[in-house]
């Protein structure tokens, strides 16, 4: 086979953004996996984005990438949460159709003439030099490239437990990849094992809807994409129902048999996204959890029984599962299952994505430890584009925290002791309202502009957004609203009245007024302006003081990130520093003293002690 610039090994959603975005930089790629027909397959939920992780897929969208578009174009239903909090925390999901989901990027991959797409299972990788060279393919021998991606999610050692069974595999129905840890442990990697589950895809033939709670779309539909036009695949509706007492006995009741509670199960799974049964005895005071019934897609007729996750054996999952209203009669398509997997705990990466170990090799995605589609494909674009910059010689693109959660999730990564599978919420940004998901434009154009991310075309329609947004907030700015429209506006939601006209910037400034509550008025010319930019306008004019001064605590923070840690350190060369600062810093290796102090363990004292000793030796003036 012929030489590759690069090698992406895994079509999950790591992969498809990683080879997607080296494409830009005109790399020749070959994109190896275990099953073609899986490429960016839905794994679990068939949805995309939600809390935080609609910032991670806006931010995708801006840098190129696909995950947006995709989403877009095979929602079946889409949905604007937090709509009655603030603008920092507003975030879109859709539900997807799961094949369509997979064609859409399948399509894209094989229409992009600098992508070959094989399958076949990688078993073995050269790394002489300390440095990537080849991979061994099973069926296509040796194939040598310039730079490395693994994104071979959860399939490193996959172990699927439901009940007392246990299955060498990936997902339910895949292989695992077992070549590939020993090498890795021998070239002194370190992995763990981490934990997931899923719930069981019931037939919507079987369900009885009659009487559950509807979800539907949104009225008015927003995009994950600029790039959408806003068409839509039929939408489809979710049903609520929910577990009861009943259900809660058959589960503890059979406590002994889950996979989880057995110790059969070494890895850690996810806190924040519990399998029923650790939620029954969690909170064994509540007698009833909310269960959505979400469609799999316009060709399928299996519905994915969100919220009961469970690594229960099979007949005690369908006993349980037919107490709840609505699955009486359900008949399971697929089970519900656990699966435990190898990852690479993350302090052995850098913020470029490449190994601290073999130069030239990066990981992306779950094998990072963490775990969302969102997350990996975050971390593939990164690492492709990374990559790339490498093979031109170029130094890597990355983010700072403040500018995006693509940064905060890199940097969480490379700093903080991972030891269960990280998702990203809006609680870790520490400049939330900085980092919305409606300014990711804003903030990162100018990485796609530096990168040719996106087409001429597409930068211009961007750049020409972004002015007219300031164009029109300067135009806000010189409108005053008069005494008696003012109060009619106040009236209107019961708000006490005023003695005289009013800015309307002042106006805007009022948590319950919104430019639309201004242009009924019909005191103002929006005409020429899209909802959107109509939108951006006023929450910049209505935050304005807040997003002021997390500038400047941005600015004084950011003091501490341009202090330059020395690489490859051995920190026992600092005077004064404690043996467990000592042993976090020469794991870590931070690139910055703004790192450093978000390490665990390293305390404000230790930053001021790593000060010194910089001063001291001359690393900084
Ligand atoms: C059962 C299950 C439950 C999950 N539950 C959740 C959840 O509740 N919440 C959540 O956010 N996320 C969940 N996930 C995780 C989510 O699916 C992943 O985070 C996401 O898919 C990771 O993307 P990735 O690209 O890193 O890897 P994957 O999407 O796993 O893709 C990995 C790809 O690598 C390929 N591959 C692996 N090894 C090799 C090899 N040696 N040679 C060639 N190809 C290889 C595989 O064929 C596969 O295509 C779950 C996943 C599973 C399997």
């Known amino acids: 086979m012929k030489d590759y610039d690069l090698i992406v090994v895994g079509g999950g959603h790591a992969g498809v953004e990683a080879s997607w975005a080296a494409t830009k930089f005109k790399k020749k790629v070959l994109l190896i996996t275990m099953n073609v027909d899986t490429i960016a397959q839905l794994s679990c939920n068939p949805s995309i984005g939600g809390l935080a992780k609609s910032h991670l897929v806006k931010e995708i969208d801006i840098l190129g990438g696909l995950m947006g578009r995709a ?44 992508i070959d797409i094989v399958q076949d299972e990688v078993v073995d990788m050269d790394f002489s030099n300390d440095r990537f060279n080849s991979i061994t393919a099973r069926l296509n021998g040796i194939i040598k490239g310039k730079k490395l991606i693994l994104t071979s999610g959860t399939f490193l050692n996959g172990l699927i437990h439901i009940g007392k069974n246990k299955i060498k595999s990936g997902r339910l129905g895949e292989g695992a990849a077992s070549h590939l840890t020993e090498k890795f442990n021998n070239l002194g990697f370190e992995t763990i094992r981490l934990k997931t589950g899923t719930p069981p895809r019931i037939s919507g033939s079987s369900i009885n809807f009659e009487g559950l709670d509807i979800h539907g779309s949104d009225k008015e539909i927003v995009n994950f994409s600029f790039k959408s036009d806003g068409s839509r695949i039929k939408q489809l509706p979710c049903y609520i129902t929910a577990t ?53 897609g316009l060709y399928t007729n299996e519905y994915y029984i969100n919220g009961f996750s469970t690594s229960l054996p099979m007949e005690i999952q369908k006993k349980a599962i037919r107490t709840i209203k609505g699955l009486e009669n359900a008949h399971f398509v697929r089970p519900a299952y656990a699966i435990e997997y ?59 925290r403040s500018e995006a959660y693509i940064g905060v999730l890199i940097d969480d990564l490379i700093t903080k002791d991972i030891r269960e599978p990280y998702r990203m919420f809006t609680a870790l940004a520490e400049h939330r309202l900085e980092l919305r998901h409606d300014n990711a434009d804003f903030r990162l154009l100018k990485y796609a502009k530096k990168y040719h991310l996106h087409n001429d075309e597409d930068i211009e329609f961007l750049e020409n957004r972004i002015s007219r947004i300031e164009e029109l907030k300067e135009y806000y700015k010189g409108i005053t609203i008069k005494k008696d429209q003012v109060n009619s506006i106040l009236e209107k939601k019961n708000l006490p009245k005023v003695n005289e006209g009013s800015k309307l910037v002042k106006l805007l400034k ?58 490859n350190f ?52």
């Open 244 to 296: 009861n007492e009943t259900t809660h006995q058959i589960i503890e009741d059979n406590f002994h048999n889950t996979a989880l509670f057995s110790g059969q199960i070494e890895g850690t799974g996810p806190r924040y996204c519990p399998s029923i049964e650790d939620k029954v005895n969690r909170f064994s005071g509540k007698n009833s959890h909310r269960i959505f019934l979400e469609p799999e």
């Open 510 to 567: 009022r948590p319950q007024i919104e430019i639309d509550d201004i242009y009924s008025l019909g005191v103002i010319d929006l005409e020429k302006y899209s909802k959107y930019e109509c939108k951006q306008a006023e929450i910049l004019t209505k935050y304005e003081g807040y997003i002021a001064r997390q500038r400047e605590i941005i600015e004084r923070s950011e003091k501490n990130e341009s202090l330059k840690m020395p690489s």
């Open 71 to 114: 989403a877009d174009a095979t929602g079946i239903q889409f949905k604007t949460l937090n709509i009655s909090k603030g603008p920092a925390v507003w975030a879109l999901r859709t539900q997807n159709d799961k094949m369509a989901y997979s064609f859409y990027m399948r399509k894209k991959l094989e229409e992009n003439p600098y």
């Open 570 to 621: 051995d920190y026992k060369k600092f005077s004064g520093l404690k043996n467990e600062a000592i042993e976090k810093l020469n794991r870590i290796q931070p690139d910055s003293v703004g790192q450093a102090g978000r390490i665990a363990g390293i305390s404000p004292a230790d930053v001021s002690i790593i000060l010194i000793n910089l001063k001291k030796g001359g690393y900084i003036k």
């Open 342 to 400: 190898d990852y690479f705990p993350s302090y052995q990466i850098k913020t470029s994505l490449e190994t601290k170990k073999v130069e030239g090799l990066y990981f992306a995605g779950q094998i990072n430890g963490t775990s969302g589609y969102e997350e990996a494909a975050s971390q593939g674009l990164v690492a492709g584009v990374n990559a790339s910059l490498s093979i031109d010689g170029r130094d890597p693109m990355i983010f700072k």
